[in-house]
């Protein structure tokens, strides 16, 4: 990036901003960000991994006085040696890395701290948060409490055990309807995610996700287990549709999902281990389309079947134990 772009005083757009390897190159560093306060729409900062004095340059971005930018990614790097460096200096640089409340859409790629920073709780705009590739990422801010939130995508956080380290601590007003906005959901490479809440749940019954529709689950071999216990389905009242894949160990669908009925597409790619699905499909009666692709020990349907009415398009492909005639 050119030295001295931080002149512009009135620049309105600037896509990306890629940092310098060091304050020698003839590249701009990350303060040139500092009074270029008009910018708006999207912003990708590249390679925040070139920050050196971390300390300095993150005051001197002022992200939280840029109110018209909408779209913010952070990303630090790609780089496999970037997994060597030091925690505390990204937990560090985030936090000073906070943008304004207006801010729609966060994605954070290749940061390297264990914490998030607490500022997330509090962007009550954010329509959209994606993290990628956070590979020692254990713990996350409450994300109940973002009322305008409708996606949420967590991609190769190999360290993530559970979305929230603790339930709501308002568990005695269960009248609070928590994710009132989410829509969609995307679990990809969460290798030891194992649910939502990490303490145990008191028993008083909460309103979770009454707007959810799509889910994909893909590579998390602990968040969907045989006996449904995990994931409390009966949270995901108003899903339609669910994608599961690469479940190289599930044998069976978990007995929860039976009691989502507004489900109307069931796609399963990949689950080797499937031997069969239950009967009680047939309880899915609003079930419209059902794909199953590379299940090689899928042997047959259920006689359930016959009870999917609504349904309009079915798919078996590289399924080779599966009945010929399907």
Same mark, same amino acid.
């Given at each position: 990036?050119?030295?001295?772009?931080?002149?512009?005083?009135?620049?309105?757009?600037? &896509?990306?901003?890629?940092?310098?390897?060091?304050?020698?190159?003839?590249?701009?560093?990350?303060?040139?960000?500092? &009074?270029?306060?008009?910018?708006?729409?999207?912003?990708?900062?590249?390679?925040?991994?070139?920050? +050196?004095?971390?300390?300095? +340059?993150?005051?001197?971005?002022?992200?939280?006085?840029?109110?018209?930018?909408?779209? /913010?990614?952070?990303?630090?790097?790609?780089?496999?040696?970037? +997994?060597?460096?030091?925690?505390?200096?990204?937990?560090?640089?985030?936090?000073?890395?906070? $943008?304004?409340?207006?801010?729609?859409?966060?994605?954070?790629? *290749? @940061?390297?701290?264990? *914490?998030? *920073?607490?500022?997330?709780?509090?962007?009550?705009?954010?329509?959209?948060?994606?993290? @990628?590739? =956070?590979?020692?990422?254990?713990?996350?801010?409450?994300?109940?409490?973002?009322?305008?939130?409708?996606?949420? =995508? /967590?991609?190769?956080?190999?360290?993530?055990?559970?979305?929230?380290?603790?339930?709501?601590?308002?568990?005695?007003? $269960?009248?609070?309807?928590?994710?009132?906005?989410?829509?969609?959901?995307?679990?990809?490479?969460?290798?030891?995610?194992?649910?939502?809440? !990490?303490?145990?749940? *008191?028993?008083?019954?909460?309103?979770?996700?009454? =707007?959810?529709?799509?889910?994909?689950?893909?590579?998390?071999?602990?968040?969907?287990?045989?006996?449904?216990?995990?994931?409390?389905?009966?949270?995901?009242?108003?899903?339609? &549709?669910?994608?599961?894949?690469?479940?190289?160990?599930?044998?069976?669908?978990?007995?929860?999902?039976?009691?989502?009925?507004?489900?109307?597409?069931?796609?399963?790619?990949?689950?080797?281990?499937?031997?069969?699905?239950?009967?009680?499909?047939?309880?899915?009666?609003?079930?419209? !389309?059902?794909?199953?692709?590379?299940?090689?020990?899928?042997?047959?349907?259920? +006689?359930?079947?016959? /009870?999917?009415?609504?349904?309009?398009?079915?798919?078996?492909? !590289?399924?080779?134990? =599966?009945?010929?005639?399907?």
């Amino acid at each position: 990036m050119p030295i001295g772009l931080g002149k512009l005083t009135c620049l309105r757009q600037l &896509s990306d901003f890629v940092v310098a390897w060091d304050e020698g190159s003839k590249g701009a560093m990350l303060n040139e960000l500092n &009074s270029l306060n008009q910018l708006k729409g999207r912003i990708v900062l590249h390679d925040l991994i070139n920050v +050196e004095n971390v300390e300095i +340059e993150s005051n001197q971005v002022n992200l939280r006085e840029k109110k018209h930018l909408q779209y /913010l990614v952070l990303r630090w790097s790609y780089s496999f040696l970037y +997994e060597e460096t030091g925690v505390e200096n990204n937990e560090f640089f985030l936090e000073k890395l906070e $943008p304004h409340p207006n801010l729609q859409s966060l994605v954070v790629e *290749s @940061f390297m701290g264990v *914490s998030f *920073s607490s500022w997330l709780s509090s962007i009550t705009n954010l329509v959209e948060i994606k993290l @990628f590739h =956070c590979k020692k990422l254990k713990q996350l801010p409450p994300l109940h409490q973002l009322p305008s939130l409708k996606t949420l =995508c /967590l991609e190769e956080l190999v360290s993530l055990e559970y979305v929230s380290d603790e339930e709501p601590s308002f568990l005695a007003s $269960p009248s609070i309807t928590l994710f009132p906005s989410l829509q969609e959901i995307e679990f990809m490479n969460c290798y030891n995610l194992r649910g939502w809440w !990490r303490q145990e749940r *008191s028993g008083v019954e909460l309103a979770q996700f009454p =707007c959810l529709s799509k889910m994909q689950i893909e590579d998390c071999p602990k968040l969907i287990v045989d006996d449904g216990e995990v994931i409390e389905w009966g949270s995901f009242r108003s899903l339609q &549709s669910l994608s599961i894949r690469f479940l190289s160990e599930l044998k069976s669908l978990p007995k929860g999902l039976q009691f989502v009925t507004n489900l109307q597409e069931l796609i399963i790619y990949g689950c080797y281990s499937l031997m069969a699905l239950p009967d009680w499909i047939g309880n899915l009666t609003s079930l419209q !389309r059902l794909e199953i692709s590379d299940c090689p020990n899928l042997r047959s349907l259920p +006689e359930g079947m016959h /009870l999917l009415t609504s349904l309009q398009k079915l798919k078996i492909q !590289r399924c080779p134990s =599966c009945l010929q005639d399907v």
